[in-house]
């Protein structure tokens, strides 16, 4: 789970210098594999408009651009991008200007016409392919508004950024999202915890009217919420939110497309959106897929379904794999006006299931697969219409279409104090526990040292006493705990069932045989290896 810092402080106030931040997460129980420094080693990168743009004389494939970079005169520089144009705010490295890489740049001659820097694409400024957004991965980075001309690249569009990788174990999928992270954060540093907004502050009509749902198989889908979106208007989103996308490794695609994954991120809920004109019938059933049925998803790949695989269908026909990908026949195009956004609680097996046999795996799948609290369906599908309104890119429908057929109740836990200090060897006052619990989201109701716990829905990992015991250690620091030599006795002795076992070993050596251990999956290239025959 990459977490930008920038944006886990949207959510709380931990300020700390990340080498200090990351030691205290991993003695929290938070492993990190690395950290990513953006917008280091970057200089005399300034922001630049084209005035003017001329064919070069000797070369068709190039242009003669004149910018205006904030200084007593335009300066002139020779590119090959296709994608420049007048008016365009462009990233551009002056003479003697350093890239991330380490190049620097010179002024010189291209086919004989000078060029004083040249003009930078995000690659050039350090960003992977797989997250420069769609509309400039390629070309020159166009700018998504009118900056101060001259001001350094970095401050103007905020590019220095600190990324940490954290690896996120499969009994957690609660910490694969933003809010996780920061609820993880909040309690080991005892800091607060802010939800984002996701109450819309204009509705107009109601859901019901436009479209209906239907689950086939509850078993399958524990809980399917839709929203719509009315008068879209398909763009690009801004700076903040593209850089926070990319910065968490995925490519910005449109508002719509990026609204989806930031709220996937935040929550940690997979979501998807479709063009109402495509849906027949203006219904959602949730269904399986018939032994041998294609369908083709958002790649353009053609897919063999086999039954069982869950499916959102419409009317006449599936229009999405469930919790995998999303189908070409339903997709958002530029001319969308009415969107459904689906957010809906699948079961983790059967997607996983359906993602091996396809070969096809997702940000999605990947976190169905571990399980997800089905109570982020409603807040998650909320947190998008709240975006959509705050960027001007549609107009919220009143209401939702919510089925929830099996609803998910959490059990509260009895928790022994006196069990907790016997286990870990340490003498944590009962307020001190009971203030962990709390600061996790969980509720606590005291009596006589036993504590009733209940965790929030989120947290599908917290089910017998040993699980708090963890819990109430990990956020006490492992690094506080005592060091204690194991008590034992040193007198053992073998049952009858060990003794009977070497009597006969021994009795089996003596007539000859040999001992081995073998082992139930072998690699054929380990058996070529020794030449054994194929047909052995």
């Not at 494939?61 to 007048?86: E, H």
């Amino acid at each position: 789970m990459l977490v930008f810092r920038e944006w886990l402080n949207e959510y709380t106030d931990v300020t700390i210098d990340s080498d200090q931040f990351c030691e205290r997460m991993v003695m929290s129980g938070s492993n990190i594999e690395t950290v990513y420094r953006y917008g280091e080693g970057i200089k005399n990168v300034v922001v630049g408009k084209i005035l003017n743009l001329e064919k070069h004389p000797d070369a068709d494939k190039l242009l003669v651009c004149m910018l205006d970079v904030g200084r007593d005169k335009p300066i002139q520089i020779v590119t090959g991008a296709a994608n420049v144009f007048v008016g365009a705010y462009v990233p551009v490295i002056l003479h003697g200007g350093r890239l991330p890489n380490g190049q620097i740049i010179k002024k010189g001659k291209l086919r004989g016409v000078e060029s004083f820097g040249m003009l930078c694409s995000a690659k050039e400024l350090g960003y992977e392919d797989k997250v420069i957004p769609t509309a400039h991965k390629d070309g020159i980075w166009i700018l998504d508004r009118d900056y101060t001309l001259g001001q350094d690249i970095v401050e103007a569009l905020g590019l220095i950024g600190e990324v940490i990788d954290f690896e996120i174990t499969p009994n957690r999928p609660d910490c694969l999202s933003m809010i996780g992270m920061a609820r993880e954060t909040a309690a080991t540093f005892k800091g607060s915890l802010r939800y984002p907004d996701s109450n819309c502050k204009e509705e107009k009509g109601q859901a019901q009217d436009y479209i209906d749902v239907q689950i086939n198989k509850p078993e399958l889908c524990n809980r399917y919420v839709a929203k719509i979106l009315t008068d879209v208007k398909i763009g690009q989103s801004p700076w903040w939110l593209q850089k926070r996308l990319m910065y968490a490794g995925m490519r910005p695609i449109n508002n719509i497309v990026d609204i989806t994954n930031y709220v996937m991120l935040e929550y940690g809920q997979p979501l998807h959106a479709f063009d109402i004109r495509n849906i027949k019938g203006n219904k959602i059933i949730v269904d399986t897929a018939k032994d041998g049925e294609v369908f083709i998803t958002l790649d353009g790949t053609e897919r063999k379904l086999s039954e069982g695989m869950l499916l959102i269908k419409d009317r006449e026909r599936p229009v999405a794999i469930a919790g995998v990908m999303g189908g070409l026949n339903s997709e958002i195009q530029q001319d969308s006006t009415t969107i459904i956004i689906e957010s809906a609680n699948f079961n983790g097996d059967s997607i996983r299931t359906t993602s091996k046999k396809l070969g096809l795996r997702t940000e999605a799948s990947s976190r169905f697969e571990k399980g997800i609290d089905s109570n982020l369906a409603e807040v998650a599908a909320d947190r998008i219409c709240r975006l959509a309104e705050l960027l001007g890119a549609g107009t919220v429908v009143g209401g939702r279409i919510d089925s929830y057929p099996i609803q998910r109740e959490v059990k509260p836990v009895d928790v022994r104090v006196n069990r907790i200090n016997q286990v870990l060897g340490t003498n944590i006052p009962q307020n001190d526990i009971e203030g962990i619990f709390t600061r996790l989201e969980m509720k606590v109701d005291s009596r006589d040292g036993i504590m009733l716990v209940t965790p929030p829905t989120i947290r599908q990992d917290l089910e017998l006493e040993v699980d708090f015991i963890e819990e109430a250690a990990r956020m006490y620091g492992y690094d506080q705990m005592p060091v204690t030599i194991p008590k034992g006795n040193n007198q053992s002795q073998k049952s009858e069932a060990l003794i009977l076992r070497d009597i006969i070993r021994e009795a089996l050596v003596g007539m000859g045989a040999s001992e081995i251990q073998t082992y139930s999956f072998v690699s054929p290239k380990g058996l070529d290896r020794i030449k054994v025959a194929e047909d052995s």
